[in-house]
């Protein structure tokens, strides 16, 4: 029998969950069994859960449903438990080094202690630092085992069932579990605390609790909150029948008086129409059970609790050098070129009015924009003010770069699905030429814009809308997003300072996501990051990218079609090279002569560049065997006409394995990527096909043909069953009759399995 059974519910902590789980393993004290309990075989968690159990068979993993609550997930985790004694973790908490072994080692002190109470800190979510030491246990409680009657006042009532180790026998011999509802943890620990007859405390901080941005539930205002009565009352109906004495029911009615009033007195805990019914309610409860001469303790002053402010990701302003007038370059803003030789009085006149009329200029500019903007934020105000459009949907993609990505699959989806549906692009001035002619579109920052942000019930976009956007009651907005993540996106990107400082302001970010009613993912991996990533309280959409939709359905003329208006030879091998952004670098570099690398992996070859969308320009590259894609279209197009794809680190990888084509990762600057940018996992040790770290590997392996050999099928067999999870052709399909048509998740297509899926026909290779 194991020294402990630790039980983690992991409802709504998929993404955090493998820490949770990962610092119950490495404790150095292994005489245990971990129990994570998933909501489902197939729930998010559950594929953290089972592969962990995979790599260590002291994780045993149970289910239970959702409907069941978090006391349904611990009694399920109870009655699959073995130990001597229980431990209960938060799916999102984490215990800290050398716990167990601390609690082992004052269990040997204490003896068979039917409850032991330990110290917990708590951390803010967004920085992994103590905020105070918010549970530490009273200084009068005696450092031996005692009966409940010596340390009367440790009731239980007033701390999370994660801050104590219970002895299991002493639990399910006294039948005990934890009641239904969302003060559990007050009803567990008041009955443990009246059931026990030998206790101890250990005073070490045990569990580090990380709070979540969401706050907690018990917070929130809702009919949830009338559990709380409940609860009390349970406990304090146990303690009656169980004749405690007067010198333990009143610190154990007073503690749950505490409870109740703190609840009463929250000012965004109970609805104000039901406000006076709680209060009716803890009256009745008072008088039931309020013990012979009991008088309310008086109010006490408090310190506020420590709180350090959100990172804002920006400091001061600062204004830019002057330039010299050596940089003037012949020119000074008077609208003719500088003398060769002039008296530097004069020059300084010169350079002084060129200032000034610049300034002037700047100024006129200025004020006509103030202005502008200043009548589309009242316009943007009165549209408001109107009813939502109910029909009008906005999509929008990459910023306004145009017509692209998951936003404008779901367009063309919902044309079919939902026709009712009027439709309006959001896109940049100067990108109206992206937009098909039939597709209305409006220009970011007009009139229209405004009016169709305020207006509609349905938005759509794979990056964000602005800062000034509204979330209306009523409205719908979806985040599509536009990769998978290998590398850190959203707040996990604050401890990389070159990646925080472009990324701006963490807190205008997530009242951004805070605007979100669904998220898509295309993998498990994808929704385990983003709820680490864009901490909120959307629903995630497993439904697999839209965009992603065209490698299962394209067929063998549309891959031909495209080749030839890319211009790709016929017969050519063509290899589609994409690189991603460097956060460390200014401007575009491919690090690849490309020209070079053709001449040296075969004289069939031919490269299709395709650079990041930060640099979709285009107009480099263009001559030989070298094809500049990056302006073109549509990067799924791209991928249709590639027979192989070498790539870095970019996300393209993810959807071109849809393609099970093969992939070559060159990774010449790894180390340094990885450092600066920060990544999810460990590409080269678990790559979607061959690996080169320098052009010379590179070349070779198109010039052997290894890039497309038994090997690299393995490697991107095992990838493409990590991360081609939810792609399987309908994914547009499932996210416009759930989102916009309002569908059950029971009625959607169901997911095609990886092994029936038919990706589009390469047009030289064959898949393995």
């Known amino acids: 029998m194991p020294r402990f059974s630790i039980i983690v519910p992991s409802h709504g902590v998929a993404g955090r969950l493998s820490q949770a789980l990962d610092s119950v393993l490495a404790q150095s004290f292994g005489d245990f069994e971990l129990i994570p309990v998933c909501d489902a075989p197939d729930a998010p968690a559950a594929d953290v859960a ?123 011999g006294r039948g005990i579990g934890f009641p239904a509802g969302h003060h559990t943890d007050l009803g567990w620990g008041g009955l443990v605390t009246v059931a026990a007859e030998r206790i101890a405390v250990l005073r070490r901080v045990v569990v580090q ?173 009165w549209h408001l003010r109107r009813p939502l459009d109910e029909g009008l949907v906005v999509y929008c993609a990459y910023w306004g770069r145009g017509y692209a990505c998951n936003p404008a699959a779901l367009h063309a989806a919902a044309r079919e699905l ?14 109206e030429h992206t937009v098909p002619e039939d597709v209305d579109h409006a220009l970011i920052g007009s009139r229209r814009y405004w009016e169709v942000l305020a207006r509609a019930k349905y938005l759509v976009n794979n990056a964000n809308f602005a800062d000034a956007v509204v979330k209306r009651p009523g409205s ?43 998220n898509l993912s295309a993998n498990r991996h994808s929704t385990e990051m983003w709820e680490r990533a864009f901490p909120g309280s959307y629903e995630t959409l497993e439904y697999g990218y839209p ?14 079609r495209v080749r030839r ?33 053709c001449a040296a992996a075969g004289e069939n070859v031919v490269v299709l560049l395709r650079a990041h969308y930060f640099y979709d320009r285009g107009g480099r590259h263009g001559s030989g065997r070298v094809i500049d894609v990056t302006a073109h279209r549509s990067t799924e197009e791209v991928c249709l006409a590639a027979d192989a794809l070498v790539t870095d680190y970019s996300s393209i990888m993810f959807d071109y394995a849809n393609l099970d084509r093969p992939i070559v990762v060159l990774a010449d600057d790894w180390e340094v990527y990885r450092e600066t940018r920060g990544v999810y996992f460990d590409l080269l040790g678990t790559p979607p096909g061959p690996v080169a770290r320098t052009p010379g590997e590179l070349a070779a392996l198109f010039r052997d043909g290894s890039y497309a050999g038994a090997r690299s099928a393995a490697l991107r067999a095992a990838f493409r069953e990590r991360f081609c999870q939810f792609d399987d052709g309908r994914a547009a399909e499932r996210v416009v009759r759930r989102v916009f048509l309002g569908q059950p998740p029971e009625t959607l297509p169901p997911l095609v399995p990886l092994a029936q899926r038919v990706p589009a026909p390469a047009a030289t290779l064959t898949r393995s």
């Not at 965009?547 to 031909?560: L, W």
Request: proline share 9%; net charge positive; charged share 25%.
């Open 547 to 560: 965009r992603n939709d065209v490698f299962c359905t394209a067929r063998a003329e549309d891959v031909a």
């Open 565 to 597: 208006e890319l211009g790709v030879p016929e017969g050519a091998t063509a290899v589609l090279y994409a690189p991603t952004h460097r956060d460390h670098r200014t401007g575009f570099e491919t690090g690849l002569d490309l020209e070079a690398f």
């Open 418 to 431: 939902a026709p009712h549906l009027r439709a309006v692009f959001l896109v940049e001035p100067g990108q």
């Open 476 to 518: 719908v907005h979806l985040q599509t997003q536009h990769g998978t993540p290998l590398k850190m996106m959203g707040c996990d990107q604050s401890t990389y300072p070159v990646v925080a400082a472009r990324t701006g302001s963490f807190t205008k970010l997530l009242r951004r996501v805070d605007r979100w009613d669904y």
């Open 50 to 172: 089972a592969g962990h159990a995979g790599r260590d068979a002291r994780v045993t993993v149970v289910h239970s449903p959702p409907a069941a609550g978090l006391a349904g997930a611990r009694n399920a985790g109870m009655r699959a438990a073995t130990g001597a004694y229980l431990l209960f973790l938060d799916g999102d908490d984490v215990l800290l080094p050398g716990a167990l072994g601390a609690l082992a080692a004052r269990l040997a002190e204490t003896g068979d202690v039917d409850a032991l109470y330990f110290e917990h800190e708590r951390t803010p979510w967004w920085e992994e630092m103590p905020a105070g030491p918010a549970g530490r246990l009273p200084v009068e409680l005696p450092a031996h085992a005692v009966a409940p009657g010596e340390a009367p006042r440790l009731t239980g009532v007033r701390w999370p069932a994660w801050s104590a180790a219970y002895r299991r026998a002493f639990v399910t």
């Open 209 to 381: 609790h990380r709070e979540r941005r969401q706050g907690s539930r018990l917070d929130h205002p809702g009919e949830h909150q009338f559990d709380l009565l409940d609860q009390s009352e349970r406990v304090l109906a146990r303690a009656a029948e169980q004749g405690l004495s007067a010198e333990r029911f009143a610190p154990l009615f007073e503690q749950v008086l505490a409870a109740v009033l703190e609840t009463a007195a929250h000012p965004r805990r109970l609805p104000a129409r039901r406000r006076r019914v709680f209060l009716r309610r803890a009256r009745d409860l008072y008088r039931r059970h309020r013990p012979a001469g009991f008088r309310p303790a008086g109010p006490r002053r408090t310190a506020p609790p420590a709180a350090g402010p959100l990172p804002d990701g920006g400091g001061p302003e600062g204004r830019p050098p002057e330039r010299p007038p050596g940089r003037l370059a012949g020119r000074i803003g008077l609208g003719g070129p500088l003398p060769t030789v002039v008296a530097y009085p004069v020059f300084r006149a010169l350079c002084a009015a060129g200032r000034a009329a610049r300034r002037a200029a700047r100024a006129r500019t200025g004020c006509l924009d103030r202005v502008r903007g200043r009548c589309a934020r009242l316009a943007y105000r």
